[in-house]
């Protein structure tokens, strides 16, 4: 049965940033896929209703409150799945983000923010995470990037840089860990997520992306978790150092901060 290969029986996976939004669903996707999880992200309270779904689902969520903008924190969640679970075989970095910032106001600073955010923690988990994937026989480590990687937007100078620089690294890293651990990531779109709670309760500025956008809608976290789940199981054996876009067919951005010119 091809539905088989969307299986993880018996898999360890982390997901950070999994207290709401698109890890959340991520974890809970693995779960319903037989997955256990270690779940992180800064609110303990979110993560208990993820373990909730997850325990809903049959299979055990390891709740680990923390800072993960700290690289250090990040990569101690390979640790935790070890101890707690015995193994280590998915890793999803989900944790990242950066608000908009006009060009020159992006300091040097906030520009290192942005890439120690997004790339650095990537990079700190998925080094912590090689020696169990190994031990397990292999892994898969799926990394969310944005379309604003590949898209060029006024306002997104520190967060587009971030994402574009975490796509390539996924290539890199693909290459350095292959055969056995394969790395791809998912360039997403705009997803509704708390990060867009001011647009979509906008019913102008929504309409608005909408139809800025060929599928007509703006993404549900599900739809990223769906991919992830291709990603990180065998359906996606035969895929490594790969960026799938899951944007709404979206070329440009469906989104204008309205910044004036310089």
């Given at each position: ?33 037989g997955a256990d999880v270690v779940i992180s992200s800064r609110t303990e309270s979110d993560l208990a209703k993820v373990a ?158 909408e139809s800025a956008t060929p599928l007509r809608r703006i993404g549900e976290p599900e739809d990223i978790a769906a991919a ?35």
């Amino acid at each position: 049965m091809i539905l088989d290969r969307f299986q993880v029986p018996g898999k360890v996976a982390v997901v950070t940033g999994s207290g709401r939004g698109i890890g959340a669903a991520a974890a809970v996707a693995l779960a319903e896929a037989g997955a256990d999880v270690v779940i992180s992200s800064r609110t303990e309270s979110d993560l208990a209703k993820v373990a909730a779904q997850v325990t809903e689902r049959g299979r055990t969520a390891h709740v680990v409150p923390a800072d993960l903008s700290d690289p250090v924190a990040a990569a101690a969640l390979a640790a935790a799945a070890v101890d707690t679970f015995g193994r280590l075989d998915i890793v999803v970095n989900n944790v990242g983000g950066t608000y908009p910032r006009p060009l020159r106001e992006t300091t040097p600073e906030f520009l290192e923010e942005a890439f120690r955010f997004n790339v650095s923690t990537a990079h700190a988990l998925t080094t912590a995470a090689v020696p169990a994937m190994l031990e397990a026989g292999g892994g898969a480590v799926v990394n969310i990037s944005s379309n604003m990687g590949r898209m060029a937007g006024r306002g997104f100078a520190a967060y587009g840089t971030a994402k574009a620089a975490l796509a390539h690294y996924t290539r890199l890293a693909a290459v350095d860990l292959a055969p056995k651990i394969r790395v791809n990531a998912v360039a997403v779109g705009s997803t509704a997520t708390s990060a867009l709670d001011i647009v979509v309760s906008n019913p102008e500025i929504k309409e608005r992306m909408e139809s800025a956008t060929p599928l007509r809608r703006i993404g549900e976290p599900e739809d990223i978790a769906a991919a992830i789940l291709y990603l990180a199981s065998p359906a996606g054996a035969y895929v490594t150092g790969k960026v799938l876009e899951v944007d709404g067919g979206l070329q440009t951005p469906n989104l204008e901060l309205g910044l004036p010119d310089v």
